[in-house]
Structure formats: structure tokens, C-alpha cells
């Protein structure tokens, strides 16, 4: 490394953030500036530095060239690394975020393992050209690494639009992340730095502020300004230098100026090489300029020797800069360079593999890291035939960005196959079958709208093909949306798949009508939806095929998500889960435990829910499935509510948030946001910030479900105005709302919104509803957030409300013992609430004799709602029990003595000699005290006599 100049700053940056990195600190280096500033040599200087404190060092870049292959910066910075290496392609056959998640957590656990006792600098240069799935893999790392050995550097162009641009301000709002941003030279700065330079003098030294005005300090331009003057041996005069840089753009004629004095071969080459991109292979330049490897390599020797190329990586050269590679290749006249680019992919081709693949679909086979780039300079190269051999490449870079979990790339690859196949005059035909594959790609990178779209050309033209085949692919691309909009174009498309689908193709036929059943359910027709799945259900158990079983298992439990189907959603969950185990889907068997957990919950049947919560566990351990892990931190932080344990309860929820941020997926963490609504509304507490709940809510479905919560958190807030106000376009729903999935949901939101405001019509509807299930818990399949314990407590706050405190006090008595028996202490405690409210109703009591039992239901509750930290209901309980007449309550006389003396703070043993009595029996005298208040310590019994 040369000499660097006017960086001390930026260096002492670098310097303190290894030294953080080895002391056990992650850090993030972001190094940006314009092009030419340095941002290399601040690199090379960490380098420097890193090896110098015995960190190891990986190295890796981006390229500009939009046929790299995805994660391609990771994959040159780990190249070394075997353990690296095996990870790509995913391990998952799954393609979704989820997947791509677990694959970031297994490179973060091999950089970390990398790191050692010495710590390790991962440099990544010119980011601004990375792909999308290589800066979300900077994304995960930074939060993953952040307590690792492990600093990473990053070089990004000011300016540059991409990926990393719209992440980097998510990255700078760590504490692990530092920003390192590069300016010019200073006037000193590169009076210091020109003697260093080929060719420094005195004259040189003393002229540099010439070059400083006339380069702004961009280091690079003053190096090749101060190289071609002293190489011409021209003076450094205001004129010459305005000479050489005023003809825009100024890079070019400088660099233009370097390949003057070369022949016309080594022109060639160089043309050649800048056409293959910013780094150059040189066994494939010579196949591209059609010379002998040792001619080219002493070719490229001239090119070193003016300053064009440098020496890069083992076998491998690179321009001085892009900025140097793009000057000589916008000198390429066009035809030359469509030439060049059509040798270049030919040239790959012949380094890399061409013929019939073995299992490739396209008839080609290649390295993952060719197939991109082969694509898309067939597509520079711009004739009919080069069109059809880009649109078979890019069908192959696709897959291979599929393989690497990468969508966003999978789409650009796919898009330039069916552009390619247009240009090439492809047939209607062929063109539909590339369009599907768009869509499928569409899909996969959460493009839904345009994937809509591409399924709707691609069947219009498989139609008039006559492809029945294709027109069903079409249709089955876009699933499991509960849009209404994409749901009406899903159903279209599968409708008319449907009508043309022979009748013997038995897999196809079902898993149209599972779509077609499952867009039915997403748009509230129950009865149709449940014919449709019971359909597909049977045509594929006819058809034999495993896929087409399965999905039409996973319809009919969606079409089947309410109450009154429990014993068949067990039994489709333990279908799934066989299935699963015999297709080596993972994600079938995980399926088939979440169904069986809810049907567990709504059962009550708590040593189910342990053992498929363990089944769940299991299989986000065997198979490293962060979608399992998401499901069992929120089953568990479920299961940990339903018996009142809040604060665990809480910190399980925030740590599925947690995986549901990484993912990426919005619909999860929307899931946190269910829950929390949930654990305040049984608190009785509005403990959160309104803002994100708008923003929520902004974002969330238009599901009633979910839009039933503003004015619920307008309830809990005290606002009950507003919340009257927002609640009415709700209070329709319990008569209206049709039979199907998320109807237990709705209706039962709805109605604890209506018991907060006192709505006695919407809970009268709502406790007829409800009713049949009276000896069961909630739950209906659908995937519930939360747990509320015994339908019966709900049905006594309906019926309380609406007036009919009779039935309110049999149900409530019924939700004790449904509740105590599963350990939902706070719904038994609720419960207990419930039954003195009725009971003190005019109508809930036959006489005056049931105010005892409603002194005693109050003491228990108020007891057990200020374990549970329950501050809502806790404070109804105490006004009620404090508004009750004196009683002598349920304790004998000397038991309300020995009360009254230990509210004085006496021990057993003082109260033993206070009333002339053994202390094991004054021991015994406080047992019966505390069992008879429903209380667990001394200080509670002394706010209760302190109450009285």
C-alpha cells in the first residue's frame, strides 16, 4: 500500500473501531464519498491495521454488473471458508422470508465462529452496487454481531441509488455502526502527497495547488493528472492542467490520453476487458479477443504498465478504478462493443459449460456465479439469436437466485428472460410459460400486485395456446391472501383453469379446488368454501399425490376454522403431521402441531398443549426453522398469559417480535400488536404509545378482526366517547357476519368491546352465538393470539350486561371451576368478579343471603388480582367490596382478634402471649385467616382489616 495522505482522522476512526471489535464490541464501518475520494485506501489501511493486531481479515466486493450472481460479495469474502460455502444454496426447500432468515443466522453463527479469540475485519467494497439480498444479510448482521469480535467495513459512492442507499439509515441508527464519510484533499494535503507520485518533483510540489483547484482534492484525479504530466513531462500551469480536464467528461480524456501510445492490439484488449467488467479473468479476455493466453497476458502487462489495470486477487487484474473501466468502455463505438459482449458471453460459455445439462430445465448447465452474467451480455449483444440464448441464461440465473433465498434478483433475472423471449419473437406459448415463471418470482419477493398482473398475461396466453397445463400454473402461483382484490382475480383465474383441466388430472384438479376453497374463505362464503375444500379433498386422496393431499388438508382446516369443528381440525392436524413426517415437509408437520395446540386450547386440555408446544419446539430445533420458533414463542407467551404469569408472558411476546423484525414479515409483528391489545384489555390497563398502534392499524387488513381494536384502545384509555363513537360501524356485525374463518375472532372482539361500553344488544347477540360452546374454551382454529380461558366467563359478561343476570350467575359458576381446573388464574379470578357483579344485580340473587358469598367472591378476587397485577379489575373489585355493609364476614370472633393484632404487627409468638395461647395455635388462626380472605401474606391481611 502507497503512501496515505490527509486520512489521520479517518484512520484514528478505523483504528478505535478494531480496537472496540477485539475487546468484544461488533462494529459497523460505513466508509462513503464520491468516486475517486479513497474509499480503497481506507480499506487497505484497516487491512493493514487488522493484520497488525493478528485479526484475521476476508475480503469481498460488489461489481457493477447487473448479472452477478446474488449474495456475490459474501460469496468472494467467505470463498475460503468451506463451512461458508456449503450454506448456498439454502438449505431450506422452503422459499420464503422465514427461510432466508434461518440462512442469515447460520452465516452470522460462521462469521462468529470465524472471528476466534483475535477478532476479524469483514471487508465489503463498493456496496452501492450490491444486491438487495446481500444488504438485508449487512442488516441481519449488524443487530446479530453487534457483542461479536467482528468489524465490518463497508465502501459505498455517495450518491448512488441502490439497496444499501435506502438500508443506510436503518445502519447508521445502531450503536455499532460508525460512519466514515470521505472529502478532498486539502490544498497540504496534496502538496504532501505528489512527491510520492511516479514521476513527484520539485516543480511538482510547488504547483499542487494547481491541481488542487483543478480536482477539488479527488485523490484519483490528482494521481492520473500528476501521472499523465510527469509521463508527458508537461509543466504543471493552470492552462495545461485546464487543458486536460476541461473536455467533459474530464476522466475520459485523461484516461483517453493512456491509451494513445498503445497499438491497436492492446487497444483491443483493453476495449475487451472493460467490457467484461471491473475485474478480468485472463484465460477468458484471450477466448474473448480470440488470442493465446500468454499473448493476452503480456498485453495486459502494457495495460499495467500505463496505468490502466492493477494486479487484484490470485489470477485475476482489475481497472485502476470503475471510474477508469467506464471511460474506456463509453469509448467503445456500439457496434464494437455489441460484438465484444456477444464474444464475451460466448466466451463464458466455453469457460463454464454449455450443452445439455443434466436436470436443467433450460438445457444448460453453469456456475452459479457465470449464468447472470452470460445472460446479460447475450442481452447487450443485442441480435434475434443472442435474444433466445439470454432469455435460456437468465431462466438459469433465476433459479440459481432462488436457490439463494435471493427474490428480489430472482425477479430481475426472470423479468429479463421473458423481455428476451419477447425480443426473440418467442411463441405465445413459450412466452406464457416464462411469464409464470415471473410471477412465481413476483410472488416470492412480496410483489403480489405485479405478480397478479404477469398471471393474468401469462393465462390469457396459455388460453389461446390451448395449455391447459399452463393456464392451471398460472393460477396456482399467488396463495394464501386474504386481500379481497387479489382474492377476485385468484378465483377468476382458477375458475377458468378449473373449466379446462382434464378430468383425469386428478393432483391439478385438487389443488385448483383448494384454491379456489381457500380464496372463498378469505372472502366470508363459509358453506361454498367448505363444499370446495371437501372437493379437493377427495379428488386428491383419489389423485395419491402427497402435495396435492396436503394442500387440500391445509384448505379444508382454513375453511373449517370455527368453533364447532374441533374434533376434525385434531384430526387434520394429525394427518398433516403424518404426511409431513412421510414427505419430509417440515413445514406440513408444523402445520399439523399448531392445529392441534389450538384445538388443545379450546379443549382445555393443557397437558396437549405442553406436548404439542414440545412437538413445535422440536421442530424449529431439528430442522432450524425460525418460522417454528416464531410459532413457539408465541404459543408459549399464549400459554404463559392464559395461567397469569404477565411478565414472563410479555418478555416471551417481545422475543417473537423480535424474530417476527428480523423476518421481515408484517403480518407477524402485527401479531405482537394483537397480543398486547389482548393483555391489556384482561388487565384492565392502557400501558402503550398510541402512535404505533395508528401506525399499526394504518398498515394492518381491513378485516374487522383487526380494525375492531380502535375502539377498543380507545376503551382502555378512557375515551369512551370516541370509542362509542368508532364501535358503531362494529355492532352490526354479530347479526351479519357469516359462519367461516375469522368469525369466532370478530364476533367475540366485538363483544368485549361491547362489555366495556355496556352495549346490551350487541351482547345479547353475542351471548346467543356463543352459547353452544359454553363448556368449552376459546379457540376456533384460526391461529388465536390469545387465550381467554372458559367461553362460559365470557357468556356471564354478555349476559350481564345485557340484562339477564340469572343466567349470568350460572354461567360465571360454571367459568370457576372450568377455569381453576386448567390453572387460568386469571380467568378464574374474573370469574369470581363476574359472579358478586351479578349477584348484586337486582335479579341475580334469590335474597339477602348470597352477600356473603359475594363478601367472600370479592375478597378472593381482590387477593388474587393484586398478585396478578390485574390494576382494571382489581379496582372494580375493591370499590364494590368497599361499598358493602359491615359484616361480620366469614371469620370467627377470635380469628377477626388474632387479624386485628397481627394488622398491629405483632408476631405469632407476641400474639401467643397477648391472648394467653400456644403459638402453633395462633400459627393455625392465621392459616385459617388467610384461606378464609382468599390472602397469601401477613400484609395482606393487614390491608383488609385496614380496609374494614
Known amino acids: 500500500m502507497g503512501v496515505v495522505v490527509g486520512r489521520s482522522e479517518e484512520l484514528a476512526q478505523v483504528r478505535r473501531a478494531l480496537t472496540e471489535a477485539r475487546a468484544g464490541q461488533g462494529r459497523l464501518l460505513l466508509v462513503t464519498g464520491p468516486a475517486g475520494i479513497g474509499k480503497t485506501v481506507v480499506a487497505e489501511a484497516a487491512c493493514a491495521a487488522a493484520r497488525g493486531e493478528r485479526m484475521g481479515v476476508a475480503l469481498g466486493y460488489a461489481v457493477d454488473d447487473p448479472g452477478a450472481p446474488p449474495l456475490w460479495p459474501w460469496l468472494r469474502a467467505m470463498r475460503d471458508w468451506p463451512e461458508a460455502t456449503r450454506l448456498l444454496p439454502a438449505r431450506s426447500a422452503d422459499q420464503n422470508p422465514a427461510a432466508r432468515f434461518e440462512l442469515f443466522v447460520a452465516v452470522a453463527d460462521v462469521i462468529r465462529d470465524r472471528s476466534g479469540p483475535d477478532g476479524l475485519l469483514l471487508v ?33 459512492r455517495e450518491g448512488a441509488h441502490g439497496p444499501l442507499a435506502d438500508a443506510e439509515p436503518d445502519l447508521l441508527r445502531s ?32 504547483r499542487a495547488a494547481t491541481l ?21 513531462d508537461l509543466p504543471v500551469e493552470d492552462d495545461e492542467v485546464g487543458r486536460l480536464v476541461g473536455q467533459r467528461p474530464r476522466l475520459r480524456r485523461v484516461v483517453a490520453a493512456r491509451l494513445d501510445p ?134 438459469v440465473a433465476d433459479d440459481e437466485a432462488r436457490a439463494c433465498l435471493a427474490f428480489d434478483d430472482a425477479v430481475g433475472f426472470a423479468a429479463l428472460a421473458v423481455e428476451a423471449a419477447r425480443r426473440s419473437g418467442a411463441s405465445g406459448e413459450a412466452l406464457a410459460g416464462v411469464l409464470v415463471r415471473l410471477a412465481e418470482a413476483q410472488f416470492l419477493g412480496d410483489r403480489v400486485p405485479e405478480a397478479l398482473r404477469t398471471c393474468q398475461e401469462a393465462a390469457a396466453l396459455a388460453e389461446a395456446a390451448g395449455r391447459s397445463d399452463l393456464l392451471a400454473s398460472a393460477a396456482l402461483v399467488v396463495q394464501g391472501l386474504g386481500d379481497p382484490g387479489a382474492n377476485r382475480v385468484v378465483t377468476e383465474l382458477g375458475t377458468r383453469a378449473l373449466a379446462c383441466v382434464d378430468a383425469g388430472d386428478r393432483a391439478v384438479r385438487a389443488r385448483l379446488l383448494a384454491q379456489l376453497a381457500v380464496g372463498a374463505a378469505e372472502t366470508d362464503q363459509g358453506a361454498r368454501a367448505g363444499a370446495l375444500a371437501e372437493e379437493a379433498l377427495a379428488e386428491a386422496e383419489r389423485s395419491g399425490d402427497q402435495d396435492a393431499i396436503l ?20 384430526d387434520l392436524g394429525r394427518r398433516a403431521v403424518e404426511l409431513g413426517a412421510a414427505a419430509r415437509r417440515p413445514v406440513a408437520a408444523l402445520w399439523g402441531h399448531l392445529w392441534r395446540l389450538d384445538a388443545a386450547f379450546q379443549l382445555g386440555n393443557m397437558a396437549a398443549v405442553d406436548e404439542e408446544l414440545a412437538q413445535v419446539e422440536a421442530v424449529a430445533r431439528r430442522h432450524g426453522s425460525v418460522l417454528a420458533r416464531w410459532h413457539h414463542l408465541r404459543y408459549r407467551a399464549v400459554r404463559e398469559a392464559l395461567v397469569g404469569d404477565f411478565a414472563t408472558a410479555r418478555a416471551t411476546n417481545d422475543a417473537a417480535r423480535v ?50 381494536a380502535r375502539p377498543m384502545l380507545h376503551a382502555l384509555a378512557g375515551d369512551l366517547d370516541t370509542a362509542r363513537a368508532e364501535f358503531e360501524r362494529f355492532r352490526h356485525l354479530p347479526s351479519t357476519y357469516p359462519v367461516g374463518v375469522r368469525w ?77 381446573r386448567i390453572g387460568a388464574r386469571p380467568f378464574t379470578a374474573l370469574s369470581r368478579l363476574g359472579l358478586a357483579q351479578a349477584l348484586l344485580e337486582p335479579d341475580g340473587s334469590p335474597g339477602d343471603d348470597s352477600r356473603e358469598e359475594v363478601r367472600q367472591l370479592l375478597a378472593a378476587a381482590v387477593g388474587e388480582l393484586r398478585r396478578l397485577d390485574m390494576p382494571g379489575p382489581l379496582a372494580t373489585a375493591e370499590r364494590l367490596l368497599g361499598a358493602l355493609p359491615p359484616t361480620a364476614g366469614p371469620l370467627t370472633p377470635r380469628e377477626r382478634e388474632v387479624a386485628g393484632l397481627v394488622a398491629e404487627g405483632l408476631s405469632n409468638r407476641a400474639i401467643a402471649q397477648r391472648l394467653y395461647l400456644s403459638e402453633r395455635t395462633v400459627e393455625t388462626h392465621v392459616r385459617h385467616v388467610l384461606a378464609k380472605l382468599g390472602l397469601t401474606s401477613r400484609a395482606e391481611v393487614v390491608a383488609w382489616v385496614l380496609r374494614r
Open 124 to 156: 465489503l467494497e463498493d456496496m452501492h452496487w450490491a444486491d438487495h439480498t446481500s444488504v438485508l444479510l449487512v442488516r441481519h448482521l449488524v443487530a446479530e454481531l453487534r457483542h461479536s469480535r467482528v468489524a465490518m467495513l463497508l465502501t459505498s
Open 175 to 206: 450503536d455499532a455502526a460508525v460512519s466514515v464519510a470521505l472529502a478532498g484533499l486539502t490544498a497540504a494535503d496534496v502538496a504532501a502527497w505528489v512527491p510520492h507520485l511516479p514521476g513527484g518533483h520539485l516543480e511538482r510540489v510547488r
Open 212 to 232: 488542487w483547484r483543478a480536482t477539488s482534492g479527488n485523490p484519483l484525479l490528482v494521481r492520473l493528472l500528476a501521472e499523465e504530466l510527469g509521463r508527458r
Open 262 to 395: 498503445l497499438d491497436v492490439e492492446a487497444r483491443e484488449v483493453a476495449e475487451a476487458a472493460a467490457v467484461l467488467g471491473e475485474r478480468v479473468a485472463p484465460d477468458v479476455l484471450a477466448e474473448v479477443v480470440g488470442e493465446r493466453d500468454d499473448r493476452v497476458r503480456a498485453l495486459l502487462d502494457e495495460l499495467v504498465a500505463v496505468g490502466l489495470l492493477q494486479d487484484s486477487a490470485p489470477g485475476e487484474l482489475r481497472f485502476q478504478h470503475a471510474l477508469v473501466r467506464d471511460a474506456v468502455y463509453a469509448g467503445v463505438p456500439t457496434e464494437r462493443r455489441r460484438t465484444l459482449h456477444r464474444a464475451a458471453a460466448a466466451a463464458l460459455e466455453a469457460t463454464t459449460g454449455t450443452g445439455p445439462g443434466s436436470g436443467s430445465t433450460t438445457g444448460i448447465t453453469a456456475p452459479r456465479t457465470a449464468a447472470g452474467s452470460i445472460a446479460h451480455h447475450w442481452h447487450r449483444a443485442g441480435g434475434q439469436e443472442d435474444a433466445r440464448r439470454c432469455a435460456r441464461w437468465a431462466e
Open 551 to 570: 394442500d387440500s388438508i391445509a384448505a379444508r382446516h382454513l375453511t373449517i376454522s370455527v368453533p364447532h369443528t374441533v374434533r376434525e381440525r385434531l
Open 659 to 708: 424474530v417476527a423484525e428480523q423476518i421481515g414479515d408484517l403480518g407477524m409483528a402485527g401479531m405482537d400488536h394483537a397480543f398486547r391489545i389482548e393483555l391489556m384489555r384482561v388487565r384492565g390497563v392502557y400501558d402503550d404509545e398510541p402512535q404505533a398502534w395508528e401506525w399499526m392499524l394504518a398498515h394492518a387488513p381491513p378485516f374487522p378482526v383487526v380494525q375492531v
Open 744 to 820: 369466532a375472532g370478530t364476533i367475540g372482539q366485538v363483544a368485549a368491546v361491547a362489555v366495556i361500553l355496556k352495549d346490551a344488544e350487541v351482547c345479547a347477540e353475542a351471548y346467543d352465538l356463543f352459547l353452544p360452546f359454553a363448556h368449552e374454551y376459546s379457540g376456533d382454529g384460526s391461529g388465536g393470539v390469545f387465550s381467554d380461558g372458559a367461553v362460559a366467563r365470557s357468556l356471564g359478561d354478555y349476559a350481564r350486561v345485557a340484562g339477564r343476570p340469572d343466567l349470568a350467575v350460572r354461567h360465571y359458576r360454571d367459568a370457576v371451576a372450568l377455569n381453576a
